[in-house]
DNA sequence: TTGAAAGCGCTAACAA
DNA sequence: TTGTTAGCGCTTTCAA
């Protein structure tokens, strides 16, 4: 009969107790990395089975000054762009020997400051962070914590980018290339530097090479905002640079509802790549964002700064991860 | 001059030292419960401010076996209906003053038991486990931690259901209400009870009051398999219940790639309600779980077994909630 | 109202 | 190889 306290979750010391050894070798044991005897590390890990001995990481994290655990925080998890790119950080952390929590910060810079917080009072040893705008919500909570900053870029911290004035440049070029001459862009809301960027890659190619039939601002949405519904219908384009895929899809949509073909009539070009891209009528061309390589970049840099514990001062490296684009079916090649 | 050394985080010690008062009131003027003079606080809570000290929330949660904080396991965030789900558990989480952390257990089993591990090892106060089919693969990790478990059932823990039969019957209802009597059923992968409770629903009700054209399975994909292609053209249904959206979407599209059209010559309902079924082509029939339900009644859940440390092994409660139908116009009324 | 001090469960010197 | 022990940062009882 275990001398524990069944209403208990066991302690390393009733382990050690249980298994009739010292606290240290029943911790040695349990982390594989102390010297225990073969045979004694054998009958402590049946004991801890046994008795359903569980690490305590508050304990553990406390004592190290590490968790294995990083945060990540994304603006809006009903975004399909974020969970694709939340699996492919898991990916990342886990094969870095992290565990990663996801917080949703829900496009509320209160939330988004609280989350920060929380994570530094729970003692996640790194955050990747995916800012709501390119605001710097922080308060300072952060100082100490190796941060690494996605997609956006806020002063003070190491950021993985995308080139996003090379990723309009490519779209622009796909539909220079494609015979294009009267193009139209649809940007996304212009408070998102990332947004303005590829808009204006687009757009400084597309001026130099052909004609800028019109360039409007709609909310993040499939739904069109009045002046887009008119620039499509009315603006003389051939061609649409709708940079988010939801509001290509929305352009896509708006266009064919008002008896416009696409791409006979007037061709569009998305922009991020999201799953439902593919399965659009026709199937979207897009410019799909290198999700695999911020993943990778973010938990490699975070890995670096939870290293190095202090150089936070230092360069603060920023990355910039190249776009590529996904031709489908949804540009026509003028003959 | 500050004492504290600028490359540690400062502790409450240094907060104390710092403040010229001791470490009860610090920690007391941090907490706002304990008994200090009003000025102190003021001063302590000032000087707090000014080193940038923040709690260590292991060592807190060591102290007091409380975290404040939950997790929620989900199977597939690609999957938009769980996205929409987490959101609603956090923001149902919050109202009851607890940080939820996001962990995606990528349909994968094992994952699914360390995360559970991993749960329970950093001590959060509870689990809401959404978990990847109707299988224990906690392995008795979680004896002593409140867990409830969502829309599936597990045995041994409090789950919150959704009653699918009734839903099926719903479902059925209405398709036989718009005057169909040749119905066909394409099911999710019927290794989860819900997807069986949901057609068994349906097919009862279809099968008394109609005929049952085919019951067919198909993965959880818009791609259709074959046999799912073959029942939709050659079924000799006039409407189709399909049992999850991403499915009717698939079958939708099959259908009108094949020269049939929605909902003229063939009515499709679907089940979940995912943002994409309102914005399909025609905007897709389906029925909506109870989302909001599901969050309020895993956190009060959650609440009751954390408040009642050890009531585990009395009576579990299964709670069921009701889904509803979304009526579109993806099917058609016979006249 | 304030402070001293005892641990929470664990790790890692260090000693044996 | 094994055990002893000093804390990690914090809360909280108890005494002043």
Redesign the pocket.
């Known amino acids: 009969m275990p001398n524990t306290p069944s209403n208990?979750?066991?302690?390393?010391?009733?382990?050690?107790r249980e298994a009739?050894?010292?606290?240290?070798?029943?911790?040695?044991?349990?982390?594989g990395?102390?010297?225990?005897?073969?045979?004694?590390?054998a009958h402590i890990l049946s004991v801890a089975q046994r008795i359903g001995?569980?690490?305590?990481?508050?304990?553990?994290a406390?004592?190290?000054?590490?968790s294995g655990t990083l945060a990540l925080l994304v603006p809006d998890l009903t975004n399909p762009f974020f969970p694709a790119l939340a699996q492919a950080v898991f990916r990342a952390a886990r094969a870095a020997g992290y565990t990663m929590f996801l917080i949703d910060t829900e496009g509320n810079e209160a939330l988004e400051q609280a989350a920060l917080a929380k994570g530094v009072d729970l003692g996640v040893d790194g955050i990747a962070w995916f800012p709501i705008r390119d605001k710097d919500t922080s308060a300072g909570v952060l100082a100490r914590t190796p941060v690494v900053v996605l997609d956006r870029t806020v002063p003070g911290y190491a950021a993985i980018g995308i080139d996003y004035l090379d990723a309009g440049r490519i779209a622009a070029r796909h539909l220079l290339d494609a015979g294009h001459r009267r193009i139209g862009i649809i940007s996304g809301p212009t408070d998102i530097a990332s947004m303005r960027d590829r808009c204006d890659g687009a757009e400084a190619l597309i001026c130099g090479e052909g004609a800028l039939a019109f360039r409007v601002e709609n909310a993040f949405s499939t739904d069109l905002e009045p002046h887009a519904q008119a620039a499509i219908t009315g603006g003389g384009a051939t061609a649409v640079f709708a940079a988010a895929d939801v509001i290509a899809i929305g352009a896509l949509r708006y266009a064919q509802a008002n008896g416009l073909r696409v791409p006979e009539d007037v061709s569009i070009l998305g922009f991020d790549d999201i799953p439902l891209a593919e399965q659009s009528l026709p199937p979207l061309s897009t410019i799909e964002l290198p999700i695999e390589d911020i993943a990778q970049h973010a938990i490699s840099e975070l890995g670096k700064q939870i290293g190095r514990p202090h150089a936070s001062s230092a360069a603060l490296r920023i990355v910039h991860t190249r776009t590529r684009l996904v031709p489908r079916l949804s540009v026509r090649l003028l003959g």
């Open positions: 208990r979750r066991p302690t390393l010391k009733d382990l050690a009739g050894v010292s606290l240290a070798s029943a911790s040695y044991a349990v982390n990395n102390g010297s225990v005897g073969e045979q004694t590390r001995y569980r690490q305590n990481s508050a304990a553990r406390m004592k190290t000054g590490r």
